[in-house]
Each structure stands twice: as C-alpha cells, then as structure tokens.
C-alpha cells in the first residue's frame, strides 16, 4: 500500500511538480477578523507601492508562487500553516495590485509570463467590500476561456486557480470534461480538484455522471479527489464504488473513502468499515474509526474485536 499526496499541481518556469458577479447572499455575512485585517492591509498606502513593472512582477510572482506550493507540501505543523497562509495573502494583495497587468499578460504574454499569470489570478479573490471592487469574476471568465488553449502547462495553472478561487458560480462543464477525458493525469488531477471545490448538492445531476468514472480513474489523485467530491454531494449512489475503494492500495485514499461513507448515515456500512481497524495505516484506523462512531453512536475505540462483536449482535438480533 501506497501514501499518496493529495495537493495540486503547480507549473512555472522554474518549477514543475508533478466578467460575472459576486455570488449573491441573501443576508449580509459578517467580516471575519482575518477579512477585517486583510481589508485594513489594503487600505495601508504601502500596499499601493506593490504596484510593479512587468519583468520585476513576474519574477517576483514566480518566487512567491513556488515558495508557496513548498509550503503547501509540509502543511504538518501550525508553523507551517501559519507560512503557507501568510505567503497566500501576500501573493493576494499583490495580484490585486496588480490585476490588470497579470490579466493582459495571461492573455497577450510570453509563454512563461502566461502560465505564471494562470497561477497567479487564482490569488484574485479579496473579501467583499465596496471600497475595493471585486475583480476575481473576471479571472474566472478569462480562465475558463482558456481552457481549450492546448497548452498543458497553462491548463493545469487554470485549474489550479479555479480550485483557489472557489467560486460556486464558476461553470463547470468544460471542467467535468477535462477531469475526465484529458490526455494528462496533472491535468484531470486538477481538474478534480477545481469541481471538488466548486461542486454544490444542487449541482450533484451535473457532476454524478462524471464522478463516477473519475472514482474509477487510473491517477490515484483524481479518485481521491473525486471521493471528496462524493462527500460533499452526498449521493447514496456512490456507496458502491467507495466501499470499492476501501480496497485500493493508496492509504490517503481509503481513509477518505472510509469518511465519505461516514457521510451517507447508512449504519449496514460499519460491516465494511470494522476490518479497516487493523490497517496498518494510522490515518485508515482514525478515519475508520471516525465513521464508526458516526454511523454506529457506539465508541469501542481501536478495540477491533469489540467492533466485531457488536457487529455480530447487532446482525443476530
């Protein structure tokens, strides 16, 4: 059995691993202290100084990009979390600053300042506020008509921003057509990873028909991300396929396959969950036994044999 990481993939030229409206809410939402401090950042003149010529942006965005994705791989302690966050909202007020440049250079660059740029307008989203107007609506609409650009390398930038946006609004079928259908495996892999941020229960009609074969897809990252995507939606229709994936051989993915059945309040799952307390992996047992708890109201712990034996009761009552 196999780990696997579940993180995007990012490309720039010097790293490769592997206009609509604001969403509409119906009552206003409180500004979180983050929002509150990241609007009050704004505001501080010496933002206004980040404002670059293009050769000097571009290579700043490139460092600030893959110092950002190297954070994103150790995100395993509050130190790490706490760069990674600090590097997002630095590269937030700088995009921002700067959109307009970022945005003629995605679509009238060089090759390396476009797919900088693509990875760029993913950090376009700032907190509703009317005295800075929102521009990440238009990132999307110049990043989705660019996804049949043929360019691998921006695709999966594209994508990647579209996952960072996380706009519900954001359309999604030539999304869904790409984590399906697409030559590369980074590219479906992002793919996945934009719908599992975008997809909504009212938008499972949509999205089923192409989760199902992204469950069943070769690149171990595309069905994990698409088991995120079953949890969310919910749908009971997936239970067959994420019982499969109890069986698969990447630990990261059978422990969210065991969680996503935990999502679907069905009890006769624990049956398939309680062999997983012997795994190996100590991330299968906590998420098996997360789903226990949660399908069962019983806690017996990690105690495999008590599971068994109430399993057995339970079965012979």
Not at 171 to 185: A, E, F, K, S, Y
């Amino acid at each position: 059995m196999k780990l696997i990481s579940c993180l995007p993939i990012l490309i720039a030229p010097l790293l490769v691993a592997c206009a609509s409206t604001t969403p509409t809410r119906l009552d206003p939402v409180p500004l979180t202290a983050e929002e509150i401090e990241f609007l009050r950042k704004l505001e501080d003149p010496e933002t206004f100084s980040l404002v670059q010529d293009t050769p000097a942006l571009f290579h700043n965005l490139d460092s600030l990009l893959n110092a950002w994705l190297e954070s994103s791989l150790s995100k395993n302690s509050p130190k790490h979390v706490r760069i990674y966050t600090n590097l997002g909202e630095i590269l937030t007020r700088r995009v921002y600053v700067n959109f307009e440049t970022i945005l003629d250079q995605f679509h009238n660059g060089p090759p390396p300042n476009r797919i900088i740029a693509a990875a760029a307008l993913g950090f376009s989203r700032i907190p509703e506020n009317d005295s800075f107007p929102a521009v990440h609506t238009r990132a999307i609409d110049a990043l989705i008509s660019d996804l049949d650009c043929g360019d691998d390398s921006v695709i999966k930038n594209i994508l990647l921003s579209l996952y960072n946006l996380a706009d519900p609004a954001t359309p999604l079928t030539r999304i869904l057509d790409i984590m399906v259908q697409h030559h590369d495996p980074d590219v479906r892999a992002n793919a996945s990873l934009a719908v599992q941020a975008i997809a909504t229960e009212d938008k499972a009609d949509l999205i089923l028909p192409y989760m199902f074969p992204g469950l069943k897809d070769d690149e171990p990252k595309v069905r994990n991300h698409c088991i995120l995507i079953a949890m969310k939606l919910k749908d009971k229709g997936a239970i067959t396929a994420l019982v499969e994936l109890l069986k698969d051989s990447y630990a990261l993915i059978q422990a969210n396959a065991a969680v996503a059945l935990g999502e679907m309040g069905d009890s006769s799952l624990c049956g398939s969950l309680i062999p997983l307390l012997n795994s190996r992996y100590q991330i299968v047992r906590e998420c098996v036994l997360k789903s226990l708890k949660k399908l069962s109201g019983e806690d017996y712990g990690f105690e495999l044999e008590d599971w068994k034996a109430w399993w057995n009761e339970g079965r012979e009552s």
